[in-house]
């Protein structure tokens, strides 16, 4: 999508959000959050600023840019944590870099600058609480996917990622993402879920070593008024239910590290969204 046409979807999104959309999911709340780049920490009996458990591989979970984070913020990381624990118990570090309240103009240069600047902040972060890249694996949503593709970088003199996975990774980045920053030669596995329409920012990415997912939503019209319906956010929302549901194919049943999985905690019963998941591809 050029850049008028990805303005005018961004303004659509933002006066949706400011007349009161429904937009409490789990991966999407009202209120913000004050955070622009901070590291925490969601793994079970963890308190966020806590040190990680050097015997445990790592998730780390961010999301993308909030147009309005004053008013909401993307809740991905604390959701996934949680349904990852109830399904595999205490098996991970679960971080999530939270920085929702960073403000990002809707132009590409300052989408690029910042999702680059946070990435290095992330890198740094997660050197010094000393996660192993190679027993790593980072899911990031929208701006994000750049966030993570420069940490992974950043990250590469420990060795390579074992996993990044991208939720959508807006079509706009895809040059910084695989050409400039060449993320498929600093990560073992690299995953590209995407969502077509008017309301999907991603696409296929034609590079060796990127595994492509289409992810389709049911309401690409109504989504670019509505983003709690928008096919990005539904890319989103349905990795978070398939973290939830091992049923679902793909998502993170794909997950380099499933095989640590554990036995799910009795004390917990993640709450599956009463949504129609959209359809997968490969």
């Known amino acids: 999508m050029d850049l008028v046409r990805r303005n005018l979807v961004l303004c659509l999104l933002v006066g949706c959000m400011s007349s009161g959309c429904g937009l409490n999911t789990a991966v999407l709340k009202t209120g ?14 963890a308190r966020p600023c806590d ?27 604390r959701a996934g944590a949680k349904a990852i ?8 570090n679960i971080l999530s870099w939270d920085w929702n309240a960073v403000r ?8 690029e600058r910042i999702g680059k600047e946070q990435g290095r902040m992330m890198a740094a972060a997660l050197q010094r609480r000393g996660v192993d890249p190679m027993r790593t694996q980072i899911i990031a949503h929208s701006l994000g996917t750049l966030v993570a593709a420069q940490a992974t970088v950043c990250l590469s003199n420990q060795g ?25 030669r600093h990560a073992y596995s690299v995953e590209n879920y995407w969502a077509p329409g008017i309301s999907g920012f991603g696409a296929s990415v034609q590079c060796r070593g990127v ?19 928008s096919n990005h956010v539904n890319v989103m929302r349905w990795y978070h239910q398939s973290m939830v549901d091992a049923s679902i194919p793909c998502g993170f049943q ?23 998941l959209p359809t997968l591809k490969e």
């Open 32 to 45: 913000g959050t004050g955070l622009h780049g901070t590291l925490l920490n969601y793994s079970c009996g």
């Open 51 to 77: 040190p990680i458990d050097p015997a445990k591989p790592t998730i780390v979970i961010t999301h993308g840019m909030n147009p309005l984070p004053k008013l909401i913020h993307t809740s991905l990381g």
């Open 85 to 92: 624990k109830c399904r595999c118990g205490d098996t991970y």
């Open 104 to 111: 990002v103009s809707p132009f590409p240069r300052s989408a």
């Open 160 to 184: 390579p990622l074992a996993q990044v996975t991208l939720l959508d990774a807006p079509k706009l980045l895809h040059r910084q993402i695989f050409e400039e920053l060449a993320i498929t």
């Open 211 to 229: 595994q492509n997912y289409k992810v389709e939503g049911t309401r690409p019209v109504r989504g670019i008024f509505d983003l709690s319906v």
């Open 254 to 276: 794909r997950s380099v590290l499933l095989g640590y999985c554990g036995t799910q905690c009795s004390t917990c019963s993640p709450a599956q969204e009463e949504i129609i």
